[in-house]
């Protein structure tokens, strides 16, 4: 994980537009008052674009093959083979 530019207020106010270009590019930064962060920049997540079926059903004859038992058996492994009810009595 990489660490976030720190920019100050007087940045922010005096910079706003170069900074919001580079939010808009993906960047995040810390503000900082005083010498102590306070918040953080960070762009929004982008929504997911709509796949219609023709696409997805394209997409999928391409996509590799999965070994049915194994996959069966990974999850196996990794699941929680009995139930816990955190609300039984």
């Known amino acids: 994980m990489s660490v976030q530019p720190e920019i100050t207020q007087r940045d922010l106010r005096s ?4 900074i919001m270009d580079a939010i808009q590019g993906g960047q995040s930064f810390t503000v900082t008052r005083d010498g102590q962060p ?3 920049l960070v762009p929004l997540r982008r929504r997911r ?3 219609s079926r023709r696409e ?3 997409m999928s004859r391409t ?14 492994a990794t699941a929680d083979t009995y139930l816990n009810d955190p609300y039984a009595r």
Do not use: K, W
Request: aromatic content about 12%.
């Open 15 to 18: 910079r706003s537009r170069e």
């Open 38 to 40: 306070i918040g953080q």
């Open 49 to 51: 674009r709509f796949v």
């Open 56 to 58: 997805f059903a394209a």
């Open 63 to 76: 996509a590799p093959d999965i070994a049915l038992d194994a996959f069966r058996t990974d999850q196996d």
